[in-house]
Structures are given as C-alpha cells and as structure tokens.
C-alpha cells in the first residue's frame, strides 16, 4: 500500500519561497508519475506540476517560472519549491501518486494521495 506523507507548508509572507516535499512509503514499484495539487475550499481540485520517473515534468500555467518540482527516486521523495508566493497560493496543497505515463494533471490519474499540507500567504 502507497502512503504519502507531505511537509514543508506553513504561513508566509507574499514573495517568501517555501519548500514541500512528499516522502512515500514502500510498494512505489508501479508507480510512474507523483504530483502536487491544490485545493480551495469551494473552489476545484487544481494540478500544480507533476514529474515522471525519468524526470520529466509539465506545469500549471501558474505555477511556471516560479514552482519546481523535483524528485529523488531513491528515497521516494517529491519536493516542489516554490518561490515568489503570491495570496492567490493559499491553498491545501497534496501529493499525489500514480502509473500513468501521461503527465497530464488529472486528479483522477492519480490513485494515491497524501493528508496535505496547508500554505498560507499573506498580503
């Protein structure tokens, strides 16, 4: 069983960086795409990046330029920096892991999810 557990969130100021990372659990074996998502309540699920085992990577409009994803195979860890937070980041943020080769941002293409942890900027 794939467990996820995210950290690295918390409150900041706008334009500060923060740094998420997402640690799994055994049973990665299938597992090709992780990902991070956001979610407002009220508001959809949203795809902020993703990255295949072979390292490549697609980005929400959003977040390009200013989010890097990045993975670390060996210790099952995902980490999304992200710099120049702006309000509009607010949001619970998750990792997300699944199989599928197409780095497409769909909730649904991933079978696995962390807890979440909240990023909070403020004006």
């Known amino acids: 069983q794939v467990q996820l557990v995210e950290s690295g969130g918390g409150s900041v100021q706008a334009g500060m960086p923060l740094n998420l990372s997402c640690v799994g659990s055994?049973?990665?074996?299938?597992?090709?795409?992780m990902a991070w998502f956001r979610h407002v309540q009220g508001k959809e699920r949203e795809g902020v990046a993703a990255i295949g085992r072979d390292g490549r990577t697609n980005y929400a409009a959003f977040a390009k330029g200013r989010f890097t994803i990045s993975r670390d195979n060996a210790k099952i860890t995902v980490y999304l920096q992200m710099n120049d937070l702006r309000p509009e980041d607010t949001a619970m943020y998750y990792c997300?892991?699944?199989?599928?080769?197409?780095?497409?941002?769909?909730?649904?293409?991933?079978?696995?999810w962390g807890q979440g942890t909240q990023v909070t900027v403020s004006a």
């Open positions: 055994s049973g990665f074996s299938n597992v090709y795409s």
């Open positions: 997300a892991a699944g199989s599928f080769y197409d780095l497409a941002l769909r909730p649904t293409d991933f079978g696995y």
